[in-house]
C-alpha cells in the first residue's frame, strides 16, 4: 500500500576520481533536496559528500576494494531507491567489471540511475523523489513493493 506525505528515498553516489569535483559541486547545489533522504556512498566519494555537505552519509567500500558489489547487494535486498553514479566513460578502470555489474543490477532492479548531472538534476527534481513508487524488475515483469 502507497505512503501518503514525503517519501525519504535512500540514494547512493558514486563518482571516479575524475568526477568527483562535478560531484562535489552538484551535491553542493542540490544540498537542500539531498537532506531530505538518506545518503549512502562509496568510499571516498561519500566521505568528500558528508565533509562538504556536512549531512549523515553512510559508507560502503570504495568501488575497487567491493563497495560497487556492495551496493549492487543492497539494491537486490531493495535497499536503494536512487543512484547518481558521475563515471568516466574515457578513463579504463581496473574494476571495470564491477562498475558493469553495478549497472546492469540497477537496470534489472529497475532502479532510477544518473550518470551525469543533467540526468541527476532530472532524477532530484522529478516530483516522485518524495513520493512512494512501485517498481519492477525489468527482466522478471515482477511488481516488488512500493518504495
Not at 129 to 135: G, S, V
Request: net charge negative; aromatic share 6%.
Amino acid at each position: 500500500m502507497p505512503r501518503s506525505g514525503p517519501r525519504r528515498k535512500q540514494i547512493v553516489l558514486i563518482a571516479h576520481d575524475n568526477k568527483k569535483a562535478d560531484m562535489l559541486e552538484w551535491a553542493r547545489f542540490n544540498r537542500d533536496t539531498l537532506a531530505r533522504h538518506d545518503l549512502l556512498g562509496t568510499g571516498t566519494t561519500g566521505s568528500m559528500v558528508a565533509d562538504e555537505l556536512g549531512l549523515p552519509v553512510h559508507r560502503f567500500l570504495t568501488g575497487p576494494l567491493g563497495g560497487d558489489q556492495q551496493v549492487g547487494a543492497a539494491i537486490a535486498e531493495g535497499r536503494i531507491d536512487v543512484i547518481i553514479f558521475f563515471w568516466d566513460p574515457l578513463e579504463p578502470h581496473p574494476h571495470d567489471v564491477d562498475v558493469k555489474a553495478l549497472l546492469r543490477i540497477a537496470v534489472v532492479h529497475n532502479i532510477p540511475m544518473a550518470c551525469n548531472r543533467a540526468t541527476a538534476d532530472f532524477i532530484l527534481s522529478s516530483p516522485l523523489i518524495d513520493e512512494a513508487y512501485p517498481r519492477s524488475l525489468d527482466a522478471l515483469g515482477v511488481t516488488t513493493p512500493t518504495v
